[in-house]
């Protein structure tokens, strides 16, 4: 049976590297198995789930490169649930329970007030008819719950290895709310028997959702997926992901950060693995090197800055005509030797520009010492510069002059460029060109 993962994400807001890095994971292990990816829409909260949403989730995965094989809405699904839910009923697994949200907080505080776990205490399935009725007359709607057998439920989970949850332990799951809408549980399981998924690879907040979630497959006939939860993402000091950096927004990443698609999978395929971690240019490389048994147990640390020192690498190893398009579109396609000359001082790839204008012009030059430049001026070499002619030229001063290292080239890069940072000199200058050399260091 050949693998086949989902990844559900709902369109109540942006994807960000949390979901990500799911998603990631689940088709790097549906490539290398030669598998199926789907891209489930969990859009059953109607009033929170937004078009534009859905149309960003879509947009981010395919930027990318994450293309999945199947989608589906379970919108479009809600009779396939409602007839899962009246199987359950009539198997007497799933209960009406009327408490309100405060009666329910008031049982817990009492609970842990008695040193007791607290876990629901079924109240609900002692209820007589009338009761219920009574409670019906006062308006009050039922939410349900699933009965958990309080037996433990063990799986090899494919990165924490054996699992058991103790559903003795747990609080009989809320299937659906008062309004009679569903929560997560029932119509992810209802979806994952008939979509046929083998695997679920998710974060470890859900290991214990999946014991409940292994109950309600084997009552609807169901056979159990594998499971595979992953350690959640943390900040660099270990803590939660931080606010001020806003939800690290994949749509924020791409737009206002500039950061590379493959910047943020090499990151995100490594970061909590054995691996090291490294800046890569193709996912395939990734699908080659994955391996659950890599998976650490651990939190995973996202740093941003460790994910700008990625994408500056990842840029450094891009050619030209894998770029081409893209500088042109931001007016800064300056040719292949161009993008040779500063395509290694580049974070990101709109930092092109500036380079791109650093040549074409206009620069302000600065110029700290004029008999030097003056005496610079009079020595360049005649004809067209090429990549030999900075070499000439420095050559020529430093006899001439005495010069050497910072007081022989830095007086001349400031002349030229008006910084004292940037691309190799000798790939500068026939970029800039005669013309614009002498009008530079002639201020």
Do not use: C
């Amino acid at each position: 049976m050949s693998t086949k993962v989902r990844f559900a994400p709902s369109p109540t807001g942006k994807l960000h590297v949390g979901n990500v890095r799911t998603a990631l994971t689940n088709v790097l292990h549906a490539r290398q198995t030669g598998g199926v990816f789907v891209l489930r829409i969990d859009d059953t909260d109607l009033e929170r789930s937004t078009k534009a949403f859905e149309d960003g989730i879509r947009k981010d995965l395919s930027w990318l490169g994450l293309n999945w094989d199947e989608t589906f809405k379970q919108s479009d699904r809600f009779d396939q649930y409602d007839a899962a839910a009246q199987k359950l009923k009539d198997m007497g697994l799933l209960y009406p329970a009327y408490e309100t949200g405060d009666e329910l907080d008031r049982k817990r505080k009492i609970q842990r007030a008695q040193g007791k776990p607290p876990v629901y205490d079924r109240a609900a399935l002692k209820l007589t008819d009338d009761q219920k009725a009574a409670y019906e007359a006062e308006g009050r709607k039922p939410h349900w719950r699933f009965k958990l057998s309080g037996n433990p439920v063990s799986w090899n989970d494919l990165i924490r290895g054996e699992t058991t949850i103790e559903t003795s332990s747990l609080s009989d799951p809320i299937l659906i709310r008062e309004d009679g809408s569903y929560l997560y549980t029932l119509p992810s399981v209802v979806d994952d028997i008939d979509a046929g998924i083998t695997t679920i690879i998710r974060g470890e907040d859900h290991t214990t959702n999946s014991g409940a979630q292994i109950e309600i497959f084997l009552a609807l006939g169901g056979k159990a997926p594998e499971f595979g939860h992953q350690a959640l993402l943390v900040g660099a000091d270990g803590g939660k992901l931080s606010k001020r950096l806003g939800t690290l927004a994949i749509e924020d990443l791409r737009e206002s950060e500039g950061i590379e698609p493959m910047a943020i999978l090499s990151l995100l395929a490594k970061i909590g693995t054995s691996d090291p971690i490294d800046a890569y240019t193709d996912i395939q490389t990734l699908i080659d090197q994955f391996s659950f048994e890599k998976y650490s147990r651990a939190p995973a640390r996202f740093d941003p800055e460790e994910l700008k020192r990625i994408n500056a690498r990842v840029l450094h190893q891009l050619s030209y005509a894998e770029v081409k398009d893209r500088l042109a579109a931001m007016g800064a396609d300056g040719g292949e030797a161009f993008w040779h000359a500063v395509a290694p001082n580049l974070e990101r790839l709109s930092d092109a520009t500036s380079w791109y204008t650093l040549i074409e012009g206009p620069v302000t030059p600065v110029i700290e010492d004029a008999d030097y430049i003056a005496a610079a001026a009079a020595s360049l070499p005649d004809g067209e510069l090429t990549g030999d002619s900075w070499g000439e030229w420095t050559g020529k001063l430093k006899e001439a002059t005495g010069r050497k290292g910072r007081d022989l080239f830095m007086p001349l890069r400031l002349a030229l460029t008006g910084e004292k940072h940037g691309p190799d000199m000798s790939e500068l200058l026939p970029l800039i060109g005669r013309e614009r050399v002498l009008e530079r260091l002639n201020g």
